[in-house]
């Protein structure tokens, strides 16, 4: 089954302790890219990547790092969590182009 | 700067009533269209897009919509609607100047009323 798989699925954390969302996909797809859900803010990206070893910073990258060592895996790291990083995460993916993007089920982050 | 603007947070209908959410974009090149839906707990489903050709495009659990490029919009519609349709709906945009990296609403929230 084609998926986009997010782990973990919730998360509760505190200030300063480094995490990592893992996503991974099995699609073969050369596009990931993670996104951030506030309410009223709609998604926003945080970073994206077109290809092995090669990401860019979305539009609210501060606070995060990526990377894409595999084609199938893209994990988000958070080194030092804030609160304001409190949120709902998304990894999608999706072939170069203009195509549908599939989406992971979420993670939901809580930092305190 | 593109945009893309869903003016209704909040939508209430009853249960087999009709349903319309807006959805306008800024865009200079013709843009590529997607409707997804998030229901609760859940991700992201793609309910329909639109590249070309007809402007009135069929998707997934009896929804449509119509691209009206003089007025920018791609409104989603359904003849009528089931409790299980209570979610939030989100358009999105994408250009090919841009890689086709994805620009969203802030979505519509449906309710449906019994």
């Known amino acids: 089954e084609a998926q986009v798989t997010q782990n973990p699925r919730y998360l509760i954390t505190v200030t300063g302790k480094k995490l990592t969302v893992t996503c991974s996909q099995n699609m073969n797809h050369e596009y990931m890219s993670w996104y951030r859900q506030d309410p009223g803010l709609g998604l926003r990206q945080i970073y994206y990547s077109m290809n092995v070893e090669v990401t860019d910073k979305g539009d609210v990258p501060e606070g995060y790092k990526v990377s894409r060592k595999e084609k199938r895996n893209f994990p988000l790291i958070l080194e030092s969590p804030s609160p304001n990083q409190t949120s709902l995460y998304f990894c999608?993916?999706?072939?170069?182009?203009?195509?549908?993007?599939?989406f992971g089920q979420g993670t939901r982050l809580t930092v305190v | 700067a593109q945009s893309v603007t869903q003016p209704d947070i909040h939508i209430t209908v009853s249960e087999g009533a009709s349903l319309e959410l807006r959805c306008n974009y800024s865009y200079g090149a013709t843009p590529y269209l997607f409707w997804y839906v998030q229901s609760p707990g859940q991700g992201l489903q793609l309910l329909l897009k639109y590249f070309s050709g007809d402007t009135l495009v069929q998707g997934i659990k009896g929804f449509e919509a119509e691209f009206k490029r003089s007025q920018s919009s791609f409104n989603l519609r359904k003849p009528s609607v089931h409790w299980s349709d209570a979610a939030e709906y989100f358009c999105?945009?994408?250009?090919?100047?841009?890689?086709?990296?994805?620009?969203w609403g802030a979505g519509t929230k449906l309710i449906i009323k019994p």
């Open positions: 999105a945009v994408g250009e090919e100047d841009s890689n086709y990296q994805l620009i």
């Open positions: 999608a993916s999706r072939s170069q182009g203009p195509t549908e993007a599939f």
